[in-house]
């Protein structure tokens, strides 16, 4: 029980008879002061007892009889026996009602299950159910509105000490959100049995703000601590499932740590927003928080694992996809909220994913670099090498994915790029009579199959993949133009396109067997044509860039 000190004296004024109605008797109330036609009309009429059987209904109850109503034992109460017979307003009996109602109180109030964790939301109905049941029994029969706003506080008291020993020994997220629910949609309503007494007891306002506020104040510390200790056990189960379905090659495990993740700190934000907004807030920072610790620990450990897999001679790419998507999909998770929260944490956050991604593109590259320059080279300088090889390793590493759609979109532009840029590199750094001799004399033809056959492959892996290979289509429109002007109208049409600088058009037309004299005049038909202080390396500008 609460300390009595704290609690509101009840006072009850002595020698003064209490009705029904929950207001004092007159000293002097005569049948027919006030008369029928009036009543209707006169609001304080209908406060004032009038009839014999209002009359009636306005009997005092003693001690004794108070007892008998809260049932409870009075005898070490009382001093004597004759202190029962004396009516509950007289003033040295003021103790003793409110230690009857404590009693009682106390005797009703449904203890905590053994196994709280498990019951609390069965012990709450419990709760529930018992404080209804003894506040309609004795609103109906309690005629005096103090003593009715006495057994509230008491009530009230006895409910936050109640809550207080619940809240110490709950442990999980999901009882602590029970209880604050609880409290806001049950505890806190006003649909309790008083209102609807005699008397129109209003029993929100007989709650201790003061102890009341302190409860919250802990149950809300206590929610998020619960809430932390939740999510940071769930992340790392998340993280350990994650280790152990690396080589796993379903969609499920493929998109499982993403969507386990993002799931896991919306459930708990969506729980908090049944509560209150600002705890929904409370709430999602310190998901965040824990998402920042899971996210630098899942790069971390991916990081390595993308390394190893640039060893192999037969790496996974579909990891360094689902690396990509893992982080794609937390980053614009965390963006979407970002507009709600601003703190450093989703920044890290959103910093950490977007290094791993770069980190991840990186490693990727590196890998197709070093198998397309393995083909090329043999290609452009070995007999019935075929171009097809080098697509089919594409169309074997890069197979078309369904759960990953816009990041391998992002990924196949990627190695489009890079396979065109290094075509190109090979081709300028060749020697045309024995490329001629490997390939056929028509090279410029077998350039522009190469360019068809490659977009080919690429488009069906990604079919709305953005077409790369249109420098290669124009070198060969480049490479057969024999006019001058014709050359001028080509390379500036080239730069226009955007699919080639002026350093790249100047190696080509060096290939293409043209003089310095020439190329200088040629490139200075170029709108913005800056003339080039040094020479040209034959390949330095189509490493990728």
């Known amino acids: 029980m609460t300390d009595k000190s704290k609690r509101k004296k009840v006072k009850i004024r002595p020698g003064i008879p209490w009705g029904k109605n929950g207001k004092p008797l007159p000293e002097n109330n005569q049948e027919g002061d006030i008369h029928e036609e009036d009543e ?88 529930e159910t018992v404080v209804q049941t003894q506040l309609e029994r004795l609103a109906s029969r309690i005629t005096c509105k103090e003593l009715m706003g006495c057994l509230l506080e008491c009530y009230h008291h006895q409910t936050i000490d109640h809550l207080l020993g619940l809240l110490q020994n709950i442990s999980t997220s999901k009882n602590s959100f029970m ?17 609807a007494s005699p008397q129109r007891v209003d029993h929100i306002k007989y709650v201790d703000l003061i102890l009341f506020t302190e409860w919250v104040t802990k149950a809300k510390d206590k929610l998020l601590e619960n809430v932390q ?4 056990a769930s992340l790392e189960k998340i993280l350990q499932n994650e280790r152990s379905q690396e080589g796993g090659d379903s969609d499920e495990a493929f998109i499982q740590l993403n969507v386990d993740s993002i799931q896991c700190t919306n459930a708990m934000y969506k729980s908090a927003e049944t509560v209150s907004k600002t705890l929904s807030d409370r709430v999602q920072e310190v998901c965040f928080q824990e998402l920042l610790v899971f996210v630098r620990r899942y790069t971390n450990e991916q990081t390595e694992i993308l390394r190893n897999q640039t060893q192999k001679a037969e790496p996974d790419m579909k990891l360094f996809l689902k690396t990509l998507q893992n982080c794609e999909a937390l980053k614009l998770h965390v963006q979407t909220k970002s507009h709600k929260i601003k703190t450093s944490p989703l920044e890290n956050t959103v910093k950490a994913l977007d290094e791993m991604k770069d980190g991840t593109f990186k490693l990727l590259l590196e890998i197709v670099a070093g198998y397309a320059e393995s083909h090329l080279q043999n290609y452009f300088k070995s007999k019935n090498k075929h171009f097809s090889k080098l697509v089919e390793e594409v169309k074997m590493r890069f197979p078309k994915l369904m759960w990953c759609q816009d990041v391998q979109e992002r990924v196949m532009d990627e190695v489009y790029k890079l396979i065109t840029q290094l075509y190109v590199k090979h081709l300028v750094q060749s020697n045309q009579r024995k490329l001629k001799k490997c390939w056929s004399a028509d090279v410029w033809q077998k350039v522009t199959d190469d360019a068809e056959l490659l977009h080919s492959t690429i488009s069906d892996v990604t079919p709305d993949v953005q077409q790369r290979n249109l420098m ?44 310095n004299r020439e190329v200088r005049e040629v490139l200075e038909a170029l709108p913005d044509h800056q003339p080039r202080p040094t020479s040209v390396s034959w390949c330095s500008c189509f490493i990728t860039r």
């Open 40 to 127: 209707d009309d006169n609001p304080s009429t209908q406060t004032t007892l009038n009839t014999h059987e209002e009359q009636e209904s306005a009997k005092e109850i003693t001690l004794q009889e108070l007892a008998e109503l809260l049932q409870v034992t009075p005898d070490d109460i009382f001093e004597d026996e004759s202190c029962c017979a004396v009516p509950i307003s007289a003033q040295e009996n003021q103790d003793s009602v409110v230690q009857l109602i404590e009693r009682s109180v106390n005797q009703h109030f449904p203890k905590p299950p053994a196994e709280l964790e498990r019951n609390l939301q069965q012990h709450l109905l419990e709760l």
């Open 179 to 195: 209880l604050l629910n609880w409290v806001q949609h049950t505890y806190l309503s006003r649909d309790l049995p008083a209102a």
């Open 229 to 232: 200790k939740d999510v940071r």
């Open 472 to 515: 290669l289509l124009k070198i060969t429109e480049l490479l057969k133009c024999k006019d001058p002007d014709g050359l001028k109208l080509e390379v500036t049409s080239m730069q226009q396109m955007g699919i080639t600088k002026s350093e790249d058009l100047e190696l080509l037309l060096q290939w293409k067997g043209l003089s």
